[in-house]
């Protein structure tokens, strides 16, 4: 799931493995017992599995047997039930058993290898003639391939109709042909096929079992080496035994590599296996050469995974694109291109963007932008001319839309769902789409459809815009609206769409008034923020907005606004008249605050907005300081710093305040925040900072810092930790503890640490939190205190003043008091911290607790007497 911005010209990138994703691909298992059962295999190259009609998923077991799949925790195991033993929708078995995200992500990266340094081009050639060479490869003692040579040959090489040389020439504008040639050669190849035999029977290549494979492979290592292994020993056979011509040009690009090499082999693809499925890869770990140019980008196809969609796609990935299909362990996640895109699971064009970006700006040469209100007309994007437009949108810096025209025609376009307007969401800091996870990766392509958003898929199918669909505008307010990926309006304005005919036309509305310029906003105390601007060159009135968290809808044309009115979709009116200066005051001190400002005309028509966010002054900190980490932003009296740059993977190291995790799965432990360390998605060794703002502990002894610490229970061998520091100058700082984000078990904890004597009596001191990636997960915390201890802790002697009784009981506990007492205390904790219990009461002598509601388990009850605690264990059973 890695974030890559490319450009035309690199020095050095990441070649991945890649693979056409396959549903219900027919699948053949046999049992130690002879029965042969009929299922099927999907997924890609790096996670496919095997699984009945139903969705419910196979997996062969230690004894050679095949069961249903269930999940352990985060690993997959077989059940106790073979297959076809029971009728699993009458068991507890869930359907689509699959690995996680997070897997799914760590197999991804360790795919991932770094390419050649070259200062040619990094892929394929985008233009002329490409010689695509066939190899293939059969394992020992197997028959020789059935599918003979003449059907391989057509799916690759035919110039009409349904071939990999035709699809790139029609996709291209026939600025690129691939031309197949076959090795070894054939001598009928209407009546057979011939191949390498390799030296490995087919189980070599397949993964471990105890029972039923002892020569598999058994890690990932072994796969690789076995894989390119196999490949090497073809093509060492093929160079002594049916040479290449040395007249064919395999190098068109000049790069020193050939081309593509395509391996076409024996039998067909495994479920549960990663090394015999169809993908795409590199030769990295051995250096082999065909006519003195080093073999490295390589196709791998079975015989059940050569149909021309399937080449065609991998294909692409050769020239440089990625996937734009999500990978999701919950089988339902939204589809970002659907059918309307070979690198999803279309069969016709590959977007005008998509050709554009990844052929080298060779068939889509340019994308002309519309910058002005007018009518706009498109051919279908199959000519070569007026294919796509671009259209900005004024919320973003890094998203805009393409448009284009599809029309079913011909052998490739007549696989599309529909005719008509496609409307493209583009976001250019993301590399394709398979590493989308809605939190910090997204995607760079996605196609607006009825009643998409950022959360539910809508009908793709659905995503044309035609007079005969009866979807002919898109907008803020229509339905698909042209939200951007985190739900904030595009300000994209098409309506009246024609006919899907020979053409398709459409009206585009931008606006044409003059922003205003000079936009700023400076705290001026701890209850102030002065706003400024300067008026656009006509002296327009202005429109100016705040938010306290950074929403905001957009103003409606025609439509004027007052002070204090809302904006629909976030935003009050702070002003609205010909002024060029605002002073927002009555503010919370250290509080972020955010501004947008519009021009607007004599006819209530708004120009694009300007925004700016600021900062309130801190106030000077005394203890207790408490500090929940809510809001969109880390509070302006925090600072946050890089201390070690590391390795360099999806993201720069961040530390932010989020609503949400994801890798692992987490919620604040308090509040609407929680603090965020993006291990998960930056390299390993970066190293962050996380101060606090200053304060005195003159006169202060033994001062804690207690704060809540997320642990999780994945990736054990990634050991991201965070160590609590303090300063007494904010430049020399002294560790205290350290705490390990891995944990057997997934859990909020209540951590503290006590200030050494070293930190008393300091004016300015200040206590930090120093991240350190492992790239693992990410590290979590949350509801920090920094405070003078103000209970003890009684000594289990003292316990006697009270009796707990029944204990343990159903859930209701009473508690007698010996002596009564004024302001007593009652808290109630489960195992992980979290309070789920709390009472204040003066002068009783028996105290009832009630946690019926509250799962069986161990709870913790903490009795506060005159700033004494006593603590005990209830258990609820």
Not at 282 to 291: A, W, Y
Not at 580 to 607: A, P, Q, R
Not at 730 to 747: E, F, P
């Amino acid at each position: 799931m890695k974030k890559i911005v490319l450009s035309f010209l690199f020095i050095v990138f990441f070649v991945s493995i890649f693979s056409a994703p396959f549903k219900f691909l027919p699948h053949k298992i046999t049992q130690p017992n002879g029965e042969v059962i009929n299922c099927f295999v999907s997924g890609d190259e790096f996670f496919n599995w095997i699984h009945d009609k139903d969705g419910y998923s196979i997996i062969q077991a230690p004894d050679g047997y095949y069961y249903y799949a269930t999940k352990k925790e985060e690993k997959i195991i077989a059940s106790s039930y073979k297959v076809n033993s029971i009728n699993p929708k009458e068991s507890e078995l869930k359907k689509w058993v699959r690995i996680s995200n997070a897997e799914y992500k760590k197999r991804v990266e360790s795919f991932k290898v770094p390419a050649l340094k070259s200062a040619g081009p990094t892929n394929a050639p985008h233009t002329g003639t490409m010689n695509n060479i066939a190899i293939y490869i059969r394992f020992s003692g197997d028959d020789e391939i059935a599918t003979i040579r003449n059907d391989y040959d057509d799916k690759l090489n035919m110039s009409s109709g349904n071939s990999l040389k035709a699809y790139y020439q029609e996709v291209s504008y026939n600025n690129l042909t691939i031309s197949s040639t076959h090795y070894p050669v054939c001598d009928d190849p209407s009546t057979t096929n011939t191949s390498y035999e390799d030296s490995h029977e087919r189980a070599y290549f397949q993964p471990y079992n105890e029972t039923t494979n002892t020569i598999g492979y058994d890690d990932d290592t072994e796969r690789r080496n076995r894989e390119h292994q196999l490949l090497v020993d073809a093509i060492n056979w093929i160079n002594a035994n049916a040479p290449i011509d040395a007249g064919l040009d395999i190098d068109a690009d000049g790069d020193d590599r050939v081309d593509n090499v395509s391996f076409m082999i024996k039998g067909d693809s495994d479920g549960w296996a990663e090394l015999l499925w169809a993908h795409r890869w590199s030769l990295f770990s051995q250096t082999i050469e065909i006519n003195g140019k080093r073999v490295y980008d390589y196709t791998f196809q079975p015989e059940n995974q050569v149909s021309v969609r399937t080449l065609c796609h991998e294909m692409f990935h050769a020239l440089g694109a990625p996937d734009l299909y999500h990978y999701d362990e919950d089988y339902d996640h939204i589809s970002p291109v659907g059918h309307w895109d070979l690198m999803q699971s279309g069969g016709g064009h590959m977007g005008a963007y998509m050709k554009w970006r990844y052929a080298d700006a060779k068939w889509v040469t340019s994308i002309p932008e519309i910058t002005s209100s007018g009518t706009y007309t498109l051919n279908p994007l199959t000519s070569s001319t007026n294919n796509c437009f671009k259209i900005a949108s004024p919320n973003s810096a890094s998203e805009f839309f393409v448009v284009e025209y599809r029309k079913q025609s011909g052998t490739f376009e007549s696989q599309i769902p529909g005719d008509g307007l496609i409307v493209y969401r583009i976001n250019s800091d993301f590399n394709g789409n398979a590493g989308f996870d809605n939190t910090s990766s997204f995607d760079e392509v996605y196609i607006y459809r009825p009643d998409g958003t950022t959360t539910v898929n809508g009908s793709v199918n659905n995503a044309y815009f035609s007079l005969e669909s009866g979807r002919t505008a898109i907008d803020d307010t229509t339905n698909p609206s042209s939200f951007l990926h985190d739900d904030s309006p595009g300000i994209l304005s098409i309506s009246n769409i024609t006919s899907a005919a020979a053409t398709i036309s459409f009206d585009v509305y931008i606006s044409e008034v003059e922003s205003p310029q000079n936009f700023t906003a400076t705290a001026s105390s701890t209850s102030q923020i002065d706003l400024g601007w300067d008026l656009n060159t006509l002296n327009q009135n202005v429109l100016l907005v705040w938010s306290e968290d950074g929403t905001f809808g957009s103003p409606v044309s025609g439509t004027s606004y007052s002070a204090g009115e809302q904006l629909t979709g976030g935003g009050t009116i702070l002003y609205a008249g010909n002024n060029t200066t605002f002073s927002h005051s009555g503010l919370d001190h250290s509080t972020f605050y955010y501004y947008k400002i519009w021009s607007v005309s004599s006819l209530n028509e708004y120009s694009s907005s300007l925004v700016e966010h600021e900062a309130t002054f801190c106030e000077e900190q005394v203890l207790p300081v408490e500090e929940g980490f809510n809001g969109i932003n880390i509070s302006a009296c925090w600072t946050v710093e890089l201390i070690e740059q590391g390795g360099v993977e999806d993201e720069d190291a961040s530390i932010t305040q989020v609503q949400s995790g994801r890798y692992p799965d987490a919620t604040p432990d308090e509040g609407s925040h929680m603090i965020k360390f993006n291990s998960a998605y930056c390299g390993d060794g970066n190293i962050m900072r996380l101060s606090s703002p200053t304060f005195s502990t003159i006169g202060q002894s033994g001062v804690v810092v207690s704060f809540s610490w997320h642990k999780d229970d994945t990736w054990p061998d990634y050991l991201d930790f965070m160590t609590l520091q303090w300063s007494a100058d904010g430049t020399t700082w002294t560790d205290g503890d350290s705490y390990q984000r891995y944990n057997a078990r997934t859990l909020w904890t209540n951590e503290s640490y006590t200030l050494p004597v070293e930190a008393e009596e300091r004016e300015n001191l200040q206590v930090a939190f120093k991240f350190t990636s492992k790239y693992g997960y990410n590290c979590y915390m949350d509801n920090l205190k920094i405070e003078m201890p103000n209970t003890t802790l009684v000594e289990n002697i003292e316990q006697s003043q009270l009796i707990v009784f029944p204990n343990p009981s159903n859930g209701l506990f009473q508690i007698k008091m010996i002596d009564p007492f004024e302001n007593i205390s009652i808290q109630v904790r489960d195992i992980n911290g979290k309070l789920v219990y709390t009472e204040q009461q003066e002068n009783k002598s028996i105290y009832t607790i009630d946690l019926s509601n509250q799962a069986k388990g161990v709870y913790l009850l903490e009795v506060n007497i005159e700033q004494k605690v006593i603590t005990q264990k209830l258990i609820v059973r």
